[in-house]
């Protein structure tokens, strides 16, 4: 194996020339994705890039990103690097103030997968709920609550907390 199996980060060999090209091209690498934080998701390259500027390139990619569609696009002193993320890379992206996940050859961008929420440790959500059905019939019927019940129960499967 010549290079790590997840960032494909290159090893040295005993007796290699210029390793310092391949040790400086992990950390770069390095740089770009331990706390990992990318400006936006663009097809093309911005005009004038700044060193240290990161991307996720979005299809379908154009100019020097041709064919690097769902790459990690980061702008350093000796040009553009491309890495290809593995599933489970995650990364801040400024411009939306939010996470995004590589999950199955695509990001993931705002999305929370878990099974509970818990704060204080009070589960405040878990798995959704079975449904509630809406009142129905009965002599006496107060239109207004009937009217609250059913806002609320629509809010609460518009969030996913109960089934229909």
Excluded at 35 to 56: C, F, H, K, N, W
Excluded at 70 to 83: K, L, M, N, V
Excluded at 98 to 110: D, K, Y
Excluded at 114 to 130: H, K, N, P, T
Aim: aromatic share 8%.
């Amino acid at each position: 194996m010549s290079a790590t199996p997840r960032l494909s980060l290159p090893f040295l060999s005993p007796g290699q020339a210029q390793k310092e090209f391949f040790f400086n091209e992990s950390l770069q690498t390095l740089d770009v994705l331990v706390a990992g934080s990318i400006d936006e998701l663009r097809a093309d390259p911005p005009s004038t890039p700044v060193v240290g500027t990161a991307y996720i390139v979005s299809s379908p990619a154009t100019g020097d990103w041709a064919g690097k569609s769902q790459c990690i696009a980061a702008y350093s002193e000796g040009g553009w690097r491309f890495i290809q993320p593995a599933d489970g890379i995650r990364v801040y992206v400024k411009a939306v103030e939010t996470i995004a996940i590589f999950r199955a050859g695509n990001w993931e961008i705002g999305k929370l997968r878990c099974s509970e929420v818990l704060v204080a440790g009070q589960q405040v959500i878990g798995g959704r709920g079975v449904g509630v059905r809406l009142a129905t019939g009965g002599s006496t019927i107060d239109a207004e609550a009937r009217v609250a019940i059913e806002e609320i129960l629509e809010r609460l499967r518009t969030h996913g907390l109960i089934d229909t």
